[in-house]
């Protein structure tokens, strides 16, 4: 049920914008769709980076801490910290692959 | 992404079926002895033994201070709480004592182990649980409380029993686990980018802030440890968890197959060195 939903809105969220932005309905629609898009995109990258054993430490709160704010309708800082979040899951992949190729030049010889 | 999985799965093959021979690592004894001889080389003044003091073995103000601590041990209170619960009868009216009928003249020192039958690393602390599970018995939480008290009850008993860590050479999957210790140690996590190694081996006795970092050789001597910043008794995972956090990497569970690897890893290099915990830190 759950992840039905969220397929459902992950499909209707950018429909939702375009739509949003050529007939001018209520900032609040759009917004709050705009939030949604970018905070799945932050949870999909922390989990991508939680998958090669990388997740940092911070991105599972930034983006709770982002949820509360578009909560408060505080969209911009919201989107702003998803977007965040979105980045460290992104950089935790990119040291993953990194250290697969250096780790072992570090081990003592 | 794929490919390189592709192409470590078929270097993997070709190690295990052609042997050491054609591999770039180093076996767990050529590990142990590179790991033991830069400890040696970076701290002369220690003696071997020592390590198994930590930042005490290479700092003579800290050590001072924390000789007198240990005149009084904060531990004392939890090796007996552990005690107590060690030699409660479970509900079938057997005990701990069944299943580790040794523990009187120390069993810490068999752990951690490589288990054929799970296929896995089984640390001191998981023993434990998988015997109260093996009971009917509720599993006790990691990191704390009573897991922590018994833990630290068999290590008082195990002290002076020498470390020695066994990669089983018939079964590659041990040989595996320890390369994914291994590879955890040294590799750079979080945002700060740094990697076990990074602290304990490459900028040991120097200082972070205020801390000075230990010696990775004998650190896991005296684990359990109690721990002022705690106010009790702590499990090493509990440690490793701090420790991937303060660089900012998301933690790990207790008792993960990531910890335990790291353990074993980490428990081999110090082989040689004898038990000593529980052990009393900042």
Redesign the interface.
């Known amino acids: 049920m759950q992840r039905i939903s969220n397929r459902l809105r992950r499909a209707v969220a950018p429909g939702l914008l375009v739509f949003a932005m050529g007939h001018g309905v209520p900032a609040l629609a759009s917004d709050q769709a705009a939030f949604e898009v970018a905070y799945d995109a932050g949870q999909a990258a922390r989990k991508a980076a939680?998958a090669v054993?990388?997740?940092?430490?911070?991105?599972?709160k930034m983006l709770s801490d982002a949820k509360k704010l578009a909560e408060k309708s505080d969209f911009e800082a919201a989107i702003a910290l998803a977007e965040r979040a979105k980045r460290?899951g992104e950089l935790g992949v990119i040291?993953a692959?990194h250290?697969?190729k250096v780790?072992?030049d570090?081990?003592?010889? | 992404m794929r490919t390189v999985r592709i192409l470590l799965a078929a270097l993997l093959s070709s190690y295990l079926a052609f042997g050491p021979s054609v591999s770039l690592a180093g076996s767990p004894e050529e590990d142990r002895e590179a790991f033991q001889n830069f400890y040696k080389e970076r701290f002369p003044n220690t003696p071997f033994e020592d390590f198994a003091n930590g930042i005490y073995s290479i700092d003579k103000e800290r050590r001072q201070e924390w000789e007198q601590m240990e005149e009084f041990p904060q531990y004392e209170l939890d090796i007996d709480a552990g005690e107590a619960l060690f030699h409660k009868k479970f509900a079938n009216g057997k005990g701990f004592a069944d299943c580790f009928p040794d523990y009187e003249t120390g069993v810490r020192q068999n752990y951690p182990h490589w288990d054929p039958k799970r296929g896995e690393v089984v640390t001191m602390e998981w023993a434990i649980n998988l015997c109260l599970e093996e009971n009917g018995e509720k599993p006790l939480k990691y990191n704390r409380g009573p897991l922590a008290e018994i833990s630290a009850y068999l290590a008082y008993l195990s002290r002076g029993h020498v470390i020695d860590v066994k990669v089983p050479k018939d079964d590659p999957r041990a040989l595996a686990a320890y390369e994914d210790g291994k590879r955890f140690y040294y590799t750079r996590r979080g945002q700060l980018n740094f990697s076990c190694a990074s602290c304990h081996v490459h900028t040991s006795g120097l200082k972070l802030r205020s801390d000075l970092l230990s010696p990775a050789l004998g650190q896991v001597s005296h684990f359990p440890v109690y721990r002022k910043k705690w106010s009790a008794v702590g499990t090493l995972h509990r440690r490793y968890g701090g420790c991937n956090r303060q660089v900012r990497a998301a933690s790990f569970k207790p008792q993960s197959r990531q910890y335990r690897n790291l353990e074993y890893f980490h428990t081999y290099m110090s082989n040689g060195i004898r038990l000593n915990g529980p052990g009393g830190r900042q």
């Open positions: 939680a054993g990388h997740e940092w430490r911070d991105t599972k460290q040291q692959e250290e697969e780790w072992m570090a081990v003592l010889k």
